[in-house]
């Protein structure tokens, strides 16, 4: 299953099958993006990250995809399993080079893994 | 503790009434960051303190809003004559260098705030 846009907040998929969560960022200079996900009633917890002079990272069942011509991101989880089912936020490092740790997060993306 | 603890977890407040939050990052990290989530959306920067010292207060909505980490550990971040539209998930997070990129950051479970 995959997201397109940012006007859709909810992407459900069947247990087992490939997800796709789509992010744009909103300033062509951000040098840094972080994938975040949130259970309900937790904090945010670190996915993987990706620097702009990438365009593909790798972990452990995820993979960040960086478009920076279209100032795109995307998240692919293989295998998706009824644990993966919370909200997904993209994050991005606005002013980078600079003293500061303003990080600018997306709306957000509700994943439901049906089992 | 492992990682980064806020409290109270839960705190209903009067409209007026001050409130203040604690944060306690993970022991060593030099950047601590605060916070505002409010129901449904992204979390949205307040502030940001390298050890004791704040380098940005750009995202704290109102001088309302106080926060402060006196000895580079411990950070309280304090609201003053709360207001409804205060009530939202204040997190508090926390990286070990002083630079965002390629740093991770580690938020806690937040202290939710409600203003009655």
């Known amino acids: 299953g995959e997201n397109v846009g940012l006007h859709l907040p909810t992407l459900s998929v069947q247990e087992g099958d490939n997800s796709i969560i789509n992010c744009a960022y909103s300033?062509?200079?951000?040098?840094?993006f972080i994938w975040y996900k949130q259970e309900s009633g937790k904090g945010p917890q670190f996915i993987i990250d990706?620097?702009?002079?990438?365009d593909k990272r790798q972990g452990q069942r995820v993979t960040v995809l960086l478009n920076k011509t279209v100032k795109h991101l995307s998240l692919q989880i293989a295998a998706t399993q009824p644990g993966d089912s919370a909200v997904y936020f993209c994050?991005?490092?606005?002013?980078?080079?600079?003293?500061?740790?303003?990080?600018?997060f997306g709306q957000g993306t509700t994943l439901q893994v049906k089992p | 503790g492992a990682g980064v603890s806020q409290s109270p977890r839960y705190k209903v407040a009067k409209r007026g009434q001050d409130v203040a939050l604690r944060c306690d990052p993970i022991?060593?990290?030099?950047?601590l960051f605060w916070y505002q989530q409010a129901l449904g959306q992204g979390p949205e920067f307040l502030t940001y303190?390298?050890?004791?010292?704040?380098?940005?207060k750009s995202g704290l909505p109102s001088d309302r809003f106080f926060a402060e980490r006196p000895e580079g550990s411990v950070s309280t971040l304090k609201i003053q004559r709360t207001q409804q539209e205060d009530s939202a998930v204040y997190l508090c997070?926390?990286?070990?260098?002083?630079?965002?990129?390629?740093?991770?950051?580690?938020f806690g479970e937040g202290s939710w705030l409600t203003v009655v």
């Open positions: 997070a926390s990286s070990s260098r002083d630079r965002v990129s390629g740093n991770t950051i580690y």
């Open positions: 300033n062509s200079a951000s040098d840094y």
């Open positions: 990706i620097r702009s002079n990438m």
């Open positions: 994050a991005e490092n606005s002013i980078p080079s600079s003293n500061t740790g303003k990080l600018i």
């Open positions: 022991s060593g990290h030099v950047s």
């Open positions: 303190f390298q050890n004791e010292a704040q380098l940005d």
